[in-house]
């Protein structure tokens, strides 16, 4: 009965849609699909679902259906890159300290710089061989807000990523920052240090990817557009792409689902537009529960008098 009822949904919005848009030839959407190729912008072989370059083109005014983009995809030969084989989780068995998991996995905000998330990632190279980059994701408009790169993996490079973002971004009361249980991030230093900018930190358990599923989420969709499809001859050869990827692709370019289809760039500056709006509405909340205050306690002396 449930399937029955989505089937029924789905068919009564595709009658939606097909009223509200017109119906484009295929000539003219197969040009205008190659156009897009050409300006990078949906035919750019890193969306790993057809979903999201089906919304690409709703945004714009296309009206197409899922199923013909992708037999259009299949006639230009256009292919997704394939997502890795789940592996389920199994917790560990050796002992280790346990520490406080203030997010357990509620990853949702109402707000800019509530929960952030970082990790460290392997990055190879041919002549400098392993580096490492750490990066801070801000959950609410899952912006990568810090990064550092090097080539060892230190509690300075950990301590970098945060300086970046606490540069680029205004801390909010009670922030938390949440992270694996690796060394760089249980040390004393960053612990002090982030004391110090009154920052909560939180850890997922041992073992549990999914504690802190967003950072990693990150970590593929960077590895399967990029790392993998590069061989970095130096480390210099890295940093350079990996700035090119995360300011100039990740967080300005390539629209989330979960952003309404926006870009962390665009999600956060429509943000602070409505944050005047936002301002204004929690003082007038404000002032109306000062006047309700002010008002019962003249009423009180009254009946006391």
């Known amino acids: 009965m449930i399937i029955l009822c989505h089937l029924r949904e789905t068919k009564k919005r595709t009658h939606e849609l097909k009223k509200l848009m017109p119906n484009i030839p295929q000539r003219l959407l197969t040009q205008q699909l190659r156009e897009l190729e050409a300006d990078g912008i949906i035919i750019r072989k890193t969306y790993a679902r057809s979903l999201q370059r089906w919304n690409t083109l709703y945004l714009r005014g296309i009206g197409v259906s899922i199923k013909r983009v992708q037999r259009l995809m299949r006639r230009l030969g256009i292919a997704s890159i394939t997502y890795k084989k789940f592996r389920p989780f199994r917790k560990g068995t050796s002992p280790t300290k346990e520490r406080e998991n203030l997010l357990q996995r509620d990853f949702t905000t109402t707000a800019l710089n509530q929960k952030w998330v970082s990790d460290i990632t392997y990055i190879p190279t ?38 970046h973002a606490l540069h680029d971004q205004s801390k909010s009361p009670g922030l938390i920052l949440h992270s694996d249980l690796g060394s760089q991030y249980t040390s004393e230093e960053l612990a002090s240090f982030l004391e110090r900018q009154q920052i909560k930190q939180s850890f997922s358990r041992k073992g549990c990817p999914y504690d802190n599923a967003c950072i990693e989420s990150f970590h593929a969709i960077l590895k399967k557009e990029e790392v993998h499809h590069r061989r970095y001859q130096t480390f210099e050869e890295a940093r350079v792409a990996l700035f090119q990827f995360i300011e100039g692709w990740y967080n300005r370019q390539r629209v989330h689902s979960q952003l309404n289809y926006q870009t962390p760039q665009a999600f956060e500056e429509q943000f602070f537009k409505k944050l005047p709006f936002r301002l204004n509405f929690l003082l007038s909340h404000l002032l109306t529960q000062v006047q309700m205050t002010i008002l019962q306690n003249i009423l009180q002396h009254k009946n006391k008098t």
Request: charged share 20%; aromatic share 10%; hydrophobic share 40%.
């Open 126 to 163: 041919r002549r400098d061989g392993w580096c490492y980059l750490a990066s801070v994701m801000d959950l609410h408009s899952k912006k990568i807000i810090g990064y550092s790169f090097s080539r060892t993996m230190t509690t300075a490079l950990v301590m970098r990523a945060v300086q």
